[in-house]
Structures are given as structure tokens and as C-alpha cells.
């Protein structure tokens, strides 16, 4: 069921197709020179409907690539001519149209993490008091991190017949929980969020009230290390 509009959240903050998709490689640990375009597809596509559920908006780059993933997908399904020269095979692969791609922005990611980690003026080295930040040996977390926790918590909960009644809970309701766990415990697993909502609606609720706390810069969402678990700390 959907949440009353004023408490829907809104936010732009997704990097784009591509870095999904590479989220979804490195999360499955596939040879980008080698993708099972079936399994992508089929995650990718899933993916998509859990943003849509979850009232967040999709850039139509996002239907773009699905559109070209299903693509790709129709051309791998077609018998192919055995090919004399195994670079010609490579050429003629329909997976190449990602795949350089995907190994671009992993080039860049890799030299955006290289950089962050050197002293930045307001992050690390201060002329004034400045807020708490991060510690700068940890990653920001992406939102496909988080929407990868919200749906291996929701795998674990069996869907609840559909019902058409008024929302059980708010997401202010929630906020106010997390804050009151964060305030005794200032740094928490994500999962530690989860453990005590009783339906699939009340996680729902509760990612939601999550992405809003970390709109406004009440928390900081990071990891140790790429795909390692995710934390909140209170800022």
C-alpha cells in the first residue's frame, strides 16, 4: 500500500544505470569481460520495480538500459555462426555495448576512492569547528548498498496478503525510534533497524525513514570496505 503523500520521499540521488550495474557485477563477483545477461537483466529489472515501489523517482536512463539489457539479452538467445577467430567472436559479442562502458566508470570510481582518501580542506584539515565526518578510511555508501539491504530483509519475510487499509505506520513515527537507538548507540549495523518490524510494510517504512534522516544529515551511511555491511552513525 502507498504512504500518505507528504510522507513519500523523494530523492535524485542515484548515480545512474551504469553504476548499478556494476554494483550488480561486483556483487555477484562476474567477469565483466564475461556477463550472464540473463541474471543481470534479470536483477537489474528487479531493481527497478523495487524503486518504483518504494515511490522513488526513475530517470528515464534507467528504462533506457533495461530496454537495451533485454536487448542484448533477445541477441544472446539467437543461434550464432561458429566464428574461425576468437577476436571476431569478441567483436561481434552484443555484451560489448556495456561492457566498455562498465569498465570505464570502474576506472573512475577507483580513482574518485584513490582521491578521497586524500586530505580534503573542510573534510580533513579545518580552519574553523566543523561538524563530525566520517572517518576517511571508510566509503560512502550508494543507495543501490542500501536498496540491496532493504531487499534481502524483505526476502526474509513472507509477502502478506493484499489488504487496502489505512498505514499502521508513519515515517516520522520511525524517525523518532531511530534516533532514540542512535542516541544510546551512536553507531549501529544496518540490519539492527530491521530486527523488530513485523511486516514487510513496517521495513518499508523504516528504509524510508532512514533515507530521510540521511537527506537531512542526521546520519552518515558507510561501509569499511566495498560490499562489506552497512552502518549508521549519528551525526
Same mark, same amino acid.
Given at each position: 500500500?502507498?504512504m500518505?503523500?507528504?510522507?513519500?520521499?523523494?530523492t535524485?540521488?542515484?548515480?545512474?544505470?551504469?553504476?548499478?550495474?556494476?554494483?550488480?557485477?561486483?556483487?555477484n563477483?562476474?567477469?565483466?569481460? *564475461?556477463? /550472464?545477461?540473463s541474471? @543481470?537483466? $534479470?536483477?537489474? +529489472? &528487479?531493481?527497478?520495480?523495487?524503486? !518504483? =515501489?518504494?515511490?522513488?523517482?526513475?530517470?528515464?536512463?534507467?528504462?533506457?538500459?533495461?530496454?537495451?539489457?533485454?536487448y542484448?539479452?533477445?541477441?544472446m538467445?539467437?543461434?550464432?555462426?561458429?566464428?574461425?577467430?576468437p577476436?571476431e567472436?569478441?567483436? *561481434?559479442? /552484443?555484451?560489448?555495448? @556495456?561492457? $566498455?562502458?562498465? +569498465? &570505464?566508470?570502474?576506472?573512475?570510481? !577507483? =580513482?574518485?576512492?584513490?582521491?578521497?582518501?586524500?586530505?580534503?580542506?573542510?573534510?580533513?584539515v579545518?580552519?574553523?569547528?566543523?561538524?563530525?565526518?566520517?572517518p576517511?578510511?571508510?566509503?560512502s555508501?550508494?543507495?543501490?548498498?542500501?536498496?540491496?539491504?532493504?531487499?534481502?530483509?524483505?526476502?526474509?519475510?513472507p509477502?502478506?496478503?493484499l489488504?487496502?487499509?489505512?498505514?499502521?505506520?508513519?515515517?516520522?513515527?520511525?524517525?523518532a525510534?531511530?534516533?532514540?537507538?542512535?542516541?544510546?548507540?551512536?553507531?549501529?549495523y544496518?540490519k539492527e533497524?530491521?530486527?523488530?518490524?513485523?511486516?514487510?510494510?513496517?521495513?518499508?517504512?523504516?528504509?524510508l525513514a532512514?533515507?530521510e534522516?540521511?537527506?537531512?544529515?542526521?546520519?552518515?551511511?558507510?561501509q569499511?570496505?566495498?560490499?562489506?555491511?552497512?552502518?549508521?552513525?549519528?551525526?
Open positions: 500500500m502507498s500518505p503523500e507528504e510522507y513519500i520521499v523523494k535524485p540521488a542515484f548515480e545512474g544505470p551504469l553504476d548499478l550495474l556494476l554494483h550488480l557485477v561486483r556483487k563477483k562476474l567477469n565483466i569481460f *564475461d556477463l /550472464p545477461i541474471l @543481470i537483466t $534479470e536483477q537489474y +529489472l &528487479a531493481y527497478l520495480e523495487m524503486m !518504483k =515501489a518504494l515511490d522513488l523517482d526513475i530517470a528515464g536512463e534507467y528504462l533506457v538500459m533495461a530496454a537495451t539489457l533485454l542484448i539479452k533477445s541477441q538467445l539467437l543461434p550464432r555462426p561458429e566464428e574461425d577467430s577476436q567472436e569478441n567483436i *561481434d559479442d /552484443p555484451r560489448q555495448e @556495456i561492457v $566498455e562502458p562498465l +569498465l &570505464a566508470l570502474a576506472k573512475y570510481q !577507483k =580513482a574518485a576512492e584513490i582521491l578521497w582518501k586524500r586530505p580534503i580542506l573542510g573534510r580533513d579545518f580552519v574553523a569547528p566543523a561538524r563530525e565526518v566520517a576517511h578510511d571508510e566509503i555508501v550508494s543507495l543501490f548498498e542500501l536498496l540491496s539491504a532493504l531487499k534481502e530483509v524483505l526476502g526474509r519475510k509477502p502478506a496478503p489488504e487496502v487499509k489505512r498505514a499502521r505506520y508513519l515515517i516520522q513515527e520511525k524517525i525510534e531511530i534516533e532514540a537507538l542512535l542516541k544510546d548507540s551512536p553507531r549501529m544496518l533497524f530491521f530486527k523488530k518490524a513485523k511486516s514487510r510494510e513496517e521495513a518499508i517504512t523504516v528504509f532512514l533515507l534522516l540521511a537527506q537531512r544529515g542526521a546520519i552518515i551511511l558507510v569499511a570496505e566495498p560490499l562489506a555491511e552497512v552502518e549508521v552513525l549519528k551525526r
